[in-house]
């Protein structure tokens, strides 16, 4: 039988995780990535690349009546100009009009990552001095916004994650389906609502994203067959939390949470042990989590995201993993590797293991 090590050396690493961003990185180059960043996320809060991504001309005139009744056009028009000043929408008609440009159908595809960053992350990031310093604790000082976190989280699925998750899944049967860290619950809810019959269940942490995760599930009309519940998996896996409601689920996924889970020293030999026998019915894990980067120090270019997630883990004192750490887990807990692939952000993996 293939071993998870076999697997994955037969599938090729994508080109693009090695990055393009030159490192080192210039001044000038860092002074504008960030703003540029900030950018991103606020056209994307006042809805500017959902328009864009329907209409590629928008009127700013429009865009300003339609905004709200205390909207500053101004400072609107200001941010659209600070966009194109960074090649994503081009001005025309005297800048009453923006053109959306291949570069920005590129950010609007990639957008997810800045509302993580930005949106979810900023505080972490501006107080990283007070973190390092002993000034200040995260998770009591410093808060990462988890609903940004969610938000993010789902755009990049809809985005460029979808599409391999459903390959994946088709060859996986299921009635009932549990997604751990499942966010506002937008994956569950796709997944279920594309297979008659079933239904799905999402767990997370996050009081906010739970109650972004009831709204995307009315919305999509599914009230019936899918469940968000709020819950640390923590719980889950080891004090025996919900145990009733999971009985029934025949198989488990979980996407970018399982470094949370394994971040206990003390408990992370027996984490998948202990998920096994939280969820008795499920025969099939469909595991998902990015990884660190090998030989990270030495890269000559960088890649989108890996470098924040790194730094954000670090700052909030949560170890990452090697690949090899979570297939030697995986092995121990008795969950062997049927498939594995790259999953669209740069050191991710994904694998879907049956349970002996």
């Not at 990055?19 to 180059?29: C, L, M, R, T």
């Not at 389906?177 to 809810?189: E, K, N, P, W």
């Amino acid at each position: 039988m293939k071993t998870a090590q076999d697997l994955t050396a037969a599938v090729p690493v994508p080109a693009d995780w090695a990055g393009a961003a030159p490192a080192p990185i210039g001044v000038d180059q860092a002074f504008n990535g960030y703003v540029a960043g900030t950018v991103i996320n606020a056209l994307d809060r006042l809805g500017v690349w959902d328009r864009l991504a329907v209409d590629p001309l928008l009127d700013l005139r429009v865009l300003a009546a339609e905004t709200g009744p205390a909207v500053r056009e101004r400072e609107l028009r200001e941010v659209v100009r600070a966009a194109a000043t960074c090649g994503w929408v081009r001005l025309q008609n005297d800048g009453h009009t923006a053109l959306l440009t291949t570069a920005g159908q590129e950010v609007i595809r990639m957008r997810g990552y800045f509302t993580w960053g930005v949106g979810g992350y900023n505080e972490v990031f501006a107080q990283a001095h007070r973190i390092v310093a002993g000034e200040a604790e995260f998770g009591t000082d410093v808060l990462r916004d988890e609903a940004m976190v969610a938000l993010g989280s789902g755009q990049n699925d809809r985005s460029f994650m979808a599409g391999t998750l459903d390959s994946v899944l088709a060859d996986v049967d299921f009635s009932v389906l549990a997604d751990l860290g499942s966010g506002i619950s937008a994956r569950v809810s796709r997944v279920v609502g594309e297979r008659p019959g079933t239904r799905g269940l999402g767990l997370d942490i996050s009081g906010p994203a739970t109650d972004l995760g009831h709204r995307t599930i009315a919305e999509a009309g599914l009230a019936d067959r899918v469940r968000a519940i709020r819950t640390d998996v923590l719980d889950v896996c080891h004090r025996a939390a919900h145990r009733e409601t999971l009985a029934e689920v025949d198989t488990v996924m979980s996407f970018f949470l399982l470094h949370d889970l394994l971040a206990d020293p003390v408990t992370r030999p027996h984490t998948f042990t202990r998920l096994r026998e939280a969820f008795p019915a499920a025969r099939t894990f469909v595991f998902a989590d990015t990884m660190l980067r090998p030989d990270s120090q030495d890269s000559a270019t960088l890649p989108v995201f890996s470098l924040g997630y790194e730094l954000a883990h670090a700052l909030m004192g949560v170890p990452l993993h090697t690949k090899e750490t979570y297939e030697e887990l995986f092995a121990g807990a008795g969950l062997v590797p049927r498939r594995v692939v790259p999953f669209g952000t740069p050191h991710s993996w994904l694998y879907v293991l049956e349970a002996r």
